[in-house]
């Protein structure tokens, strides 16, 4: 479904990427942790062609890319390839100058090209789902933060992408808002949606990952089931990781 | 009495003199401003997308326009277009002469109003409009235009209300504006004084009004402007 083969990216020489490999099959939730700066965001931000990867591949369905220093893709298959996966920011990025509702309306109407009351309706089963139908006429700045990330999400689902990309999603919350935020993403990954989630909320990633990544220094050092992974890492890199994690 | 008599007499100069001065506001500077601020806000609205374009010509023809514009003085353009260009075989009457130039300084201006709105607007919106699959145009038009015109609608309506005054300047290349006929009838009547105070007094009802509707206009977009 997910295949990334070999994907290297660097900042004026600096590399943050230093190969990375990963597949993910249909309906599966990835956890990805790891500490500061070692390259989650980066990894999530190619992934949707935020950041062009310097070399590597990135297969999503029946779309594939292979990168070279150089060398530009068109950006008919640039957007193409970005509309098979959704992003959600940790800041939300909602458009201000547009309702809840719009908000959700304004992908499928500009770039799926769907009718204007299809997408209304669209976007109305959406916002019910993320419990936020009463509030589908409200402008983001008269939303809580919780309620604007939801409002994130069901655009994020409007586009039916391929995968949704998670970044530190409820990391800007406050913590008691943190819990309606996690519990649309649980049911989202237990519809079958797939996705790859960076955050740091260790009992959602226990309770919702099939599987965790534990990224350092752009580099994935360790992947197993979230049992594997917290009970018993196999590296020490991770064990220290997550000691500190716990310790805080 | 003198003073009274005085009094008596300059009240009827300015009673006089307020609708000529009035009618050549509404019929000169009134339309020169509004025609040259849409000519300039077209213009500054290109040039500002052609200043933030990809194409390194287009933005340096932009940059080269915009530097001309702003470096020289508002008078001096305006006296090349009028009393200048006809040396070259260019007759423009003197309205157009007007229009030209006053649009050309106003399109410098904004654009860098609009180019600044641009960039101020936070690189997350862009991306978010990527994200969902937008293309580099759709995410101008859709997503950060929107958001930058209320960003840039106070800077302009501050260069709207400075351009009528600047509309004076019109004048000087025989516009027949408010502050021409003033100054006819200042000739005409020794009364300088009483006279320019009384144009003086009309910009300021101008400006005035510009300035309410102004308020209410930031009022109004204010309200989902990014925070
Ligand atoms: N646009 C950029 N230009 C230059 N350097 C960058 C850029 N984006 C990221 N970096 C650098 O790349 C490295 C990895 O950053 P990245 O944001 O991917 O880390 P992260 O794992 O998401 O960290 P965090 O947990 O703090 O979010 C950092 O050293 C960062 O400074
Ligand atoms: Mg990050």
Known sequence: ?248 | MFFSDRATQVWHLLLDSFWPLLKAGIVFTIPLTLITFILGLILGFFTAIARLSKFKALAAIARFYVWIFRGTPLLVQLFILYYGLPSIGILLNPFLAAVIGFSLNVGAYASEIIRAAIQSIDRGQWEAAYAIGMTKRQAMWRIIMPQAVRVAIPPLGNSFIALVKDTSLAATITVGDLFRKAQEIAAERYEPFWLYIEAAFIYLIFCSVLNVMQAQMEKRVDRHVAK
Do not use: W
């Open chain 1, 1 to 248: 479904m997910i295949a990334i083969h070999d994907l290297h990216k660097a900042f004026k020489g600096h590399e943050v990427l230093k190969g990375i490999d990963l597949t993910v099959k249909k309906g599966e939730t990835v956890v990805i942790i790891g500490p500061s700066g070692s390259g989650k965001t980066t990894f999530l931000r190619c992934i949707n062609l935020l950041e062009f990867p310097d070399s590597g591949s990135i297969q999503i369905g029946d779309r594939a890319l292979t990168f070279q220093p150089g060398i530009r893709h068109r950006s008919k298959e640039v957007t193409a390839f970005r509309q098979r996966t959704g992003m959600v920011f940790q800041g939300y990025n909602l458009f201000p100058h547009r309702t809840a509702l719009e908000n959700v309306m304004e992908g499928q109407i500009v770039v799926l090209k769907r009718p204007k009351e299809e997408a209304r309706e669209i976007a109305m089963d959406l916002l019910r789902k993320v419990g936020l139908e009463a509030h589908a006429d409200k402008y983001p700045h008269q939303l809580s933060g919780g309620q604007e990330q939801r409002v994130g999400i069901a655009r994020a689902m409007a586009m039916n992408p391929d995968v949704i990309l998670f970044d530190e999603p409820t990391s800007a919350l406050d913590p008691e808002l943190v819990g309606e935020v996690l519990k649309v993403m649980k049911d989202l990954a237990n519809e079958g949606m797939t996705m790859i989630v960076v955050t740091h909320e260790m009992r959602f990633a226990r309770e919702v990952a099939d599987r965790v990544i534990f990224m350092d220094d752009g580099r994935i050092v360790e992947q197993g089931t979230p049992e594997d992974i917290f009970d018993c890492a196999q590296n020490q890199r991770t064990r220290q990781f997550l000691r500190r994690l716990t310790e805080a």
